[in-house]
Structure formats: structure tokens, C-alpha cells
């Protein structure tokens, strides 16, 4: 009995019965979002236009928001609600403006895809979407995650490419010459070894001289433009060989035929090689 009469989770849609007035303007609502952003995607209005669809959009995403927060107070809270009604939440965002969907042209799209899913809640009912969401997404996500992850990846590089790792190190090194003088000549000194040189005549000006000389030599070989070369080399051949991985799927399994793929072994190829040529006491 309180199975029967227990209200369901999710609403059944206009499509399929137990229509409301409120199933009718909320379907009207989400075609209406899903119009106005996809007109500023397609064609992108003047500024005055877009000013108005911009406020259409925000009021309309506010009706929603209040629907939302009024369906999950019937719910009593719960979390559970949220939980399957997680999409809605993106539908509620008003973007429909050209100064976002011109530089955000891939977001104003999946934003656009949610609001059809928002539209198909109303028309055939959260209990199908939500099914059909559960169906779909990890095929989805393992479809984008690969271009997606090679993606994110130049990305990094770019922007570790834009920095100067040598000159940079040089620079730090120059600043703290006096520090890491002191504590180089410390670490010689309690060395059991070369620290019984201490009793050679003129020993600390040996160790001044020797530590200098190697800090100079390092400076300049640090600031040397052909060292620029060698980080670059290195931060691109990582780069190319990430790439090539992540394409094999190298990255979601333990241990692969493929790595034999690449130019040169993976550093897990390396530490598992290590590990079986010293194995753990």
C-alpha cells in the first residue's frame, strides 16, 4: 500500500500521461533556452538583440532553478534527488550571449545538449533521460577521454614551454652561491672520507676554489643557448612520447605489448624492470 501510494521520484513527462499545467510551460521553457542559445550560437545577434536574449535566458534559467529547489523540497531534500537530477543544474546557467558562446564555442555546445536533455525530461519524462544518461555516459566518457587527455596534455606543454628552465636555474643558483657554498663545504667536512683532508695545508682555500670553479662552470653552462636546446629537446620528445602513449592506451593498463611501440621505454617499463632484477627482501 504506501508502495501504490508513494509519489514517484522522478516526473513522467507530458508524453505518456498525468499531464499538468506545469509539464506544459516547463516543456515551452526548455525548447524556448534551448532556441534562444542555439540562436546565439548559429547567428549571433546584434548587441542590443543579444542584451535581450541575454536577460530571456537569465529569467528563463531562474524559473528552472526555482522549479528545481520546489521539486527537491518535495522530495524532502534528499540527496538522492540531486543525484539523478545532477544535469538539470547545467542547464541553469545563462550563456546565451554571443560575448560567451564566440570564445566558449565547444562549452556553449554541451550546454546546448543538456538543455535538449532539460527539453526531454518534460517530453518523455526524467525516469527515461535519467535512464538513458546512466546508459551513455561511460561510453561518452570513454569516447572523449583519450582526445581529451592528449588535448590537456599540449596545453601543459605550452605553458611549460614558455619558461626558461636553465637560465632560471642559473639564476637561483647565483642568488644562494653563498648558502650552498656553506653547506657544500659542511657536507665535506663531516664526509668520513674527505673530511680527513682537512689536515692538507691551505684546505679551506681548496675547497673555496674547487667550489667556485664548479659553480662558475655550471653558470656558464647553464646560460649557454645550446643547454635552451637540449631542455626544449627534452620537454618535446616527452611531449611526443606521452602523446603516442596515451593513443595506445598505455596509460589504462599495468602492462602492454605496444610499449614496444615507442622510441624508447616508458620510466614504468624501467621501475618494473628494476623491481624484478631486486626484488623486495
Known amino acids: 500500500m504506501a508502495g501504490r501510494g508513494a509519489q514517484t521520484e522522478l516526473n513522467s513527462g507530458i508524453l505518456p500521461g498525468n499531464v499538468r499545467a506545469d509539464d506544459w510551460v516547463l ?15 548559429l547567428a549571433p545577434p546584434p548587441p542590443e538583440a543579444a542584451q535581450w536574449i541575454f536577460v530571456a535566458d537569465c529569467v528563463v534559467c531562474g524559473i528552472f532553478l526555482l ?29 546565451a550571449h554571443p560575448a ?21 525530461d518534460r517530453a518523455v519524462g526524467e525516469q527515461f533521460t535519467f535512464r538513458l544518461v546512466d546508459k551513455l555516459s561511460e561510453p561518452i566518457v570513454q569516447a572523449i577521454k583519450k582526445p581529451v587527455t592528449i588535448a590537456v596534455l599540449d596545453e601543459v606543454v605550452k605553458v611549460l614551454e614558455t619558461g626558461n628552465y636553465p637560465e632560471n636555474l642559473a639564476k637561483s643558483l647565483s642568488e644562494n652561491k653563498d648558502e ?17 683532508l682537512r689536515r692538507l695545508p691551505f684546505h679551506d ?70 623491481d624484478k632484477r631486486h626484488p623486495a627482501d
Open 27 to 41: 516543456f515551452v521553457l526548455a525548447l524556448v533556452s534551448i532556441g534562444l542559445l542555439g540562436y546565439t550560437l
Open 67 to 95: 522549479e528545481l529547489i520546489w521539486r527537491w523540497r518535495k522530495k524532502g531534500w534528499r540527496p538522492a534527488f540531486l543525484a539523478r537530477t545532477w544535469y538539470e543544474v547545467f542547464a541553469m546557467i545563462p550563456v
Open 100 to 120: 560567451f558562446t564566440v570564445h566558449h564555442h565547444v562549452l556553449a555546445v554541451i550546454l546546448l545538449v543538456v538543455r535538449l536533455g532539460r527539453a526531454a
Open 180 to 196: 650552498l657554498r656553506a653547506i657544500i663545504t659542511e657536507k665535506l667536512a663531516t664526509d668520513p672520507q674527505l673530511g680527513k
Open 205 to 274: 682555500e681548496i675547497v673555496r676554489t674547487v667550489v667556485d670553479t664548479s659553480f662558475r662552470v655550471l653558470l656558464e653552462v647553464l646560460l649557454d643557448p645550446r643547454i635552451d636546446d637540449f631542455f626544449s629537446s627534452v620537454v618535446r620528445d616527452n611531449r611526443e612520447q606521452i602523446r603516442r602513449a596515451v593513443s595506445l592506451g598505455l596509460n589504462e593498463v599495468a602492462d602492454s605489448p605496444d610499449e614496444l611501440l615507442l622510441r624508447t621505454r616508458t620510466q614504468r617499463a624501467a621501475a618494473m624492470e628494476y
